[in-house]
Structures are given as C-alpha cells and as structure tokens.
C-alpha cells in the first residue's frame, strides 16, 4: 500500500506561482511513477507531468510545457510540482498520483484557483 498526501493549494493571480507538493509514505519502494493529474469542473481528469522514480525521466503536457516543473526529493519521500506564469485555466483541484507494478494509487487532490 502506498498512501499520498497532497498539499500546497491556494488562490493565486494570473502570472502568479505555486508549489504543489505530494508526500508519499508506506511501500515507497514499489513505486515506479508519480505524476500529477488535474481535474477542472465538468471536465475529464488530465495527465499534468509525471517523473520516473529510478531515473528522475519527467513527462508534461502541452498545455503546461514551459510552465510547470515536475521534481523528486527522494530523501523526503515527495514530489513537487512548481507551477509559474498561471493562468486563469490552470485552476482545477490537482491530484498526486503513484504506479507501481500492480496497482495505482491516489491522494484525495488540493485546489488551486487562478483569478484573472
């Protein structure tokens, strides 16, 4: 089992930053990926970035490419999302998420809110 701790949310300005950080505890060997996803009202939830664990190898999205940086610390068992230059359709509650070889784990998502 892996449990994840999402925090870091808020209300930020357009053009503003945020730090997103996702803290994993239990079977933290398993896991191979963590990423964040993001999910805005009425919309489907969407891959954000996501990190290899072994090699620190990060993925994003068009929509965030440039923007956003997806980060490790594997001393502390977190991951970080740092997002900039914020837009107004960037607000969505965010979830941290962790693959290993048989099952998919979640945690329960923080909000971010851009105002334009």
């Known amino acids: 089992q892996v449990q994840l701790v999402e925090s870091g949310g808020g209300l930020v300005q357009s053009g503003g930053s945020l730090t997103l950080s996702c803290a994993a505890s239990g079977n933290i060997l398993s896991i191979n990926i963590m990423g964040w996803y993001r999910q805005a009202p009425g919309k489907q939830r969407e891959l954000v970035a996501a990190?290899?664990?072994?090699?620190?190898?990060?993925h994003y999205a068009d929509a965030v490419l440039g923007r956003f940086t997806i980060s490790r610390d594997n001393a502390k068992n977190t991951v970080y999302l740092q997002m900039n230059s914020l837009k107004p359709e960037d607000t969505a509650v965010y979830y941290c998420?962790?693959?290993?070889?048989?099952?998919?784990?979640w945690g329960q998502g923080t909000q971010v809110t851009v105002s334009s």
């Open positions: 990190i290899i664990t072994s090699d620190g190898s990060t």
């Open positions: 998420d962790a693959h290993t070889l048989l099952a998919h784990y």
